[in-house]
């Protein structure tokens, strides 16, 4: 904690980085059968003791979320989509064959977290207190089954604006090998499975000089889904604004949501459809397409310089930050932040 008592002290929140810093507070409760969830707390014990016979070692049941809190104009702050971010764990937690947790109940305990440290959300725009929420399968066993026993906890991380004190373009590597998800799959919850199998793609397009990959369709390679943790648009020249819809295989991304409805009150035109990628890098060749972008909770938008295609490059806007992704992102941070009205109910405010 030392580390960041001196950040921010100094208020240097650009060296917060992203998921680097933790909180010394967590809260963890335990699940069985018989008790339900019970012994939640709020401690400073950030290290657990687990059973190496424990469920999640083997069978792998683990699930989370991604949230943010943000310093609001009136010296408080506030949650932003909170609900909408618990519903999706439940359904990942439906889908990976583990129990739910009472949404209002959850959002308490978040509340009372993230109030217990807020003189660690950085009082600078973009940049937050950033929430994980994770459950996973305690149980002792070695069956593949369900785990009859679980512990939910909930993590907190300061976070710097994803990309220092400016936007810059990601470049991303189009994956023709491996997959992400298939229909059927987990691909549209989150599950740390999701992670874990994109690793070796990850560490071999790192290697190459690249930021990301993007993920095709599992059965044709041919259309476009989404990076390893961040949703893909793309910006026409005549304003349109396109991304994969939710064909089942991508995760539901909140700012994918939140982007959609934001542009079209900015005037855009929002298409969700499946996009060809041969389609999309003759678009980019053509001029047709002048920006486009990566969204995600951590990021917020990621401006896309760069894809490589089968040893081809396919630039975008000079690998510069175009003024779409720009006003996009400074809406959207507005928006979180609380400095601009929104009447979706995506805000929370604490204090
Ligand atoms: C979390 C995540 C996203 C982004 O979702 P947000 O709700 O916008 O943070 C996109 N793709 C994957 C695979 C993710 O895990």
């Known amino acids: 904690m030392n580390y960041l008592n001196e950040i921010f002290a100094k208020e240097e ?3 917060l980085g992203f998921g680097k810093y933790f909180c010394d507070s967590v809260f963890v409760q335990y699940y069985s059968p018989d008790k339900g969830w019970h012994n939640g707390n709020i401690s400073n014990k950030r290290h657990l003791s687990v059973d190496l016979a424990s469920q999640v070692l083997h069978s792998g049941s683990d699930i989370f979320e991604g949230l943010k809190a943000f310093h609001n104009p009136n010296g408080g702050f506030n949650f932003f989509r909170i609900k909408d971010n618990l519903n999706r764990f439940n359904l ?6 583990m129990p739910k947790i009472d949404v ?5 305990i978040i509340e009372k977290l993230v109030n217990k440290e807020a003189s660690y959300i950085p009082n600078k725009i973009g940049c937050s207190m950033y929430i994980r929420p994770v459950m996973f399968g305690s149980e002792p066993t070695l069956q593949v089954r369900a785990s009859r026993e679980f512990i939910h906890f909930v993590l907190l991380s300061p976070v710097g604006p994803y990309f220092g004190n400016e936007l810059n373009c990601i470049s991303i590597y189009v994956e023709q090998e491996n997959i992400r998800a298939a229909h059927g799959g987990t691909g549209n919850v989150k599950t740390t499975a999701n992670y874990a199998q994109s690793i070796q793609t990850s560490e071999k397009v790192f290697k190459l000089g690249f930021d ?6 599992a059965i044709h390679k041919k259309y476009i889904e989404e990076l390893s943790g961040m949703n893909i648009m793309f910006l026409y020249k005549d304003k349109t604004l396109r991304t994969p819809s939710l064909s089942g295989t991508i995760l539901p991304g909140i700012t994918r949501d939140t982007i959609i409805t934001l542009s079209k009150s900015l005037g855009y035109n929002v298409i969700e459809d499946q996009l060809d990628i041969n389609q999309i890098l ?3 060749n053509s001029n047709k397409i002048i920006e486009a972008f990566a969204v995600g909770t951590g990021a917020v938008v990621a401006p896309i310089g760069k894809l490589l295609y089968k040893e081809n490059e396919y630039i975008i806007n000079n690998q510069k930050v175009g003024e779409n992704a720009q006003l996009i992102f400074n809406q959207l941070i507005n928006l979180q932040h609380g400095i601009v009205e929104e009447d979706n109910g995506w805000l929370t405010n604490i204090k």
């Open 104 to 108: 209002t109940t959850h959002k308490l």
């Open 212 to 217: 990301q990959v993007l993920w095709l369709d």
């Open 92 to 97: 990942s937690a439906e889908r990976m064959g």
């Open 13 to 15: 929140f650009h060296k």
């Open 282 to 284: 003759h678009d980019i």
